[in-house]
C-alpha cells in the first residue's frame, strides 16, 4: 500500500513538474534534451525521503499549492527572510511542517531542478510573509469564501473541492480548529456539524487552549480514515462529518460543493484524474517565463 501511494504521489509531482514546462509559453520538452536524467533524479530522491517520512508527502504537496498561490509558482516560499523583510517561510502556514524539511537539501534538491533547466518555470525574487494570509484560505472559511479565493486564482469550484482531497495526506495543529470544540459559537461551544463522537475523540488529544505557537499544539490526522493515503476517504469522512477544518465540513455541508463530494466518493479514479489535473492547474499560476525573475543560484536565497 506505501508502494502504491509513493508511485502516485510521483506521478503527482511528476506531472505538476510537466506543468511548469508545459504552460503556456513555457517550452515542451526541453528536460529530455538538456537534462534527460532531471525527472528520475527527482524521484529518486522524493522516494527515498518519502520512503522513510511519509509526512513529507504531505509537506511537498501543500507547498506546491503555497508556493502557487502567493506570486505564483516561482519557489517565492523558499526564499529566507531579509533584514526588515521577513519572507513567506515566517507565516505560520509555511513554518512547522514545511520548511522545516524544505530548508533541508532534499527540497532543494526537488525545487532546485528548475534551476538546471535553461527554459521552463523561472524562479521569483520576491517573497513577502504578508502576502500569505492576503493569498492562503484560512480554515475558517465557508464554501463561499473558498470558491471566491480559488476563482482569484483561475481555478473552478469542482478543482476546488478536488484539491481539497489533498487532506485526504497530512495532518493539522489543534490550534486550526480547536474554536470547533470549545468555543464555537454563543449558543454551541461545539460545532453541531461536527459528528458528537469524532469531537469527543478530538478533545482528548486537543487541549482547550490551543492557539498558534501556543507550546503544547498536538497535531491530528486531516483524514482520520486512511491518513497516510491519497484517496477519496477524506470525502467519505466529510460525508459522516468527520471534516478537521471548517474549511473541510462545509464541502459537504454547502449545497453548491455538496454535488462534487458526493460524486467524488462514488468515482475514485475520476477524482484521482481531476486532482492530476488540477495539480497541473495549480503549477501553472501567474508563471514566469521569459526574463521574468531569474534562474536562483541557491533555493534560499536571490541571486
Ligand atoms: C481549500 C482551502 C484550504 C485550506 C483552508 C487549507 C488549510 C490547511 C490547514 C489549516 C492545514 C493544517 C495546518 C496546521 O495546522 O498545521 C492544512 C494542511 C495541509 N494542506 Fe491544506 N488547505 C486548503 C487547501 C489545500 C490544497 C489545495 C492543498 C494541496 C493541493 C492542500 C494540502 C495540504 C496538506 C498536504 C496538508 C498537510 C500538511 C502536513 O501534514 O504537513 N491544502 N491545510
Ligand atoms: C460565508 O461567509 C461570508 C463572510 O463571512 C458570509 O457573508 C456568507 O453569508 C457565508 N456563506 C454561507 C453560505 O454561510
Ligand atoms: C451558532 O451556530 C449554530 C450552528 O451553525 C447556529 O444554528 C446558531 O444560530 C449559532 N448561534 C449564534 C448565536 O450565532
Redesign the pocket.
Known sequence: MKTKFITYLVLILAISMTAMVSAESLRVGFYQSTCPLAELTVRRSVNRFVSRNP????????M???DC?VRGCDASVLLDSIPGSPSEKEH??NK???IAFAARDSACQVGGINYDVPAGRRDGRVSLKDEVIQN??????NATQ?ED??AKKGLSLDE?VT???????????????SNRLYTFNSTHPQDPSMDTRYAVFLKTRCPRLSSKGASR?P?MP?DIGTPNTLDNTYYKELSNHRG?????QT?FDSPSTAGFVKDNILHPSTWAAK?AL??VG?GSIDVKTGTEGEIRKNCKVVN
Request: net charge negative; proline share 7%.
Open positions: 509526512g513529507i508527502a504531505a509537506g511537498l504537496i501543500r506546491h499549492f503555497h498561490f505560520f502556514a512547522p511542517d514545511i492562503l484560505p484560512p480554515p475558517s472559511f473558498l479565493n480559488f476546488m484539491l481539497s482531497g489533498a487532506h485526504s495526506l497530512g495532518i493539522s495543529h489543534c490550534s486550526s480548529f499544539d497535531t486531516l478537521l477544518l471548517t474549511s473541510d464541502l486532482f488540477a495539480m495549480v
